[in-house]
C-alpha cells in the first residue's frame, strides 16, 4: 500500500485512480489507512468475491478465497487492461503497471 502513497504523482500524471483491496474488515482499513498515511481508498473484499470474480482466489492457513498478491488495471468501462501476480514475497512492479496504463 506504501507503494501506491508513494508512486501518487506517477499514476496522477497519467490520469489513473489507485484503489487497495484486500479480504481485511473495513474497519481494519480505517487502521491501516491511518498508520500508513494513505491517501486513496481501500475497499474491503469481506467475502472474497472480488477474489473469486478476478481469479486470484486461493486457500492460505485454512481460509478460503484469499487473494493472491496482484495488480490490476481497470478501464473506466470496468474491464480489466491488464493484470499482474506477485509471490507472496515479492512486491508490485508498479514500473510495469504504470508503463501499460501510458499506453491507454
Do not use: C, K, N
Not at 474488515?25 to 498515511?37: E, K, N, R
Amino acid at each position: 500500500m506504501a507503494l501506491l502513497r508513494d508512486r501518487a504523482d506517477d499514476f496522477d500524471a497519467i490520469g489513473v485512480r489507485r484503489f487497495g483491496i484486500s479480504r481485511d474488515s473495513p474497519w481494519s482499513h480505517v487502521a491501516w489507512h491511518q498508520a500508513l498515511d494513505l491517501d486513496f481508498h481501500l475497499l474491503s473484499d469481506w467475502t472474497g468475491d472480488a477474489a473469486r470474480s478476478f481469479g486470484i482466489a486461493h486457500e492460505f492457513r485454512g481460509l478460503s478465497d484469499i487473494s493472491r498478491r496482484s495488480a490490476f488495471l481497470v478501464g473506466a468501462d470496468a474491464t480489466v487492461i491488464a493484470s499482474w501476480e506477485y509471490a507472496a514475497s515479492e512486491l508490485p512492479d508498479l514500473d510495469a503497471v504504470l508503463a501499460t496504463a501510458a499506453l491507454r
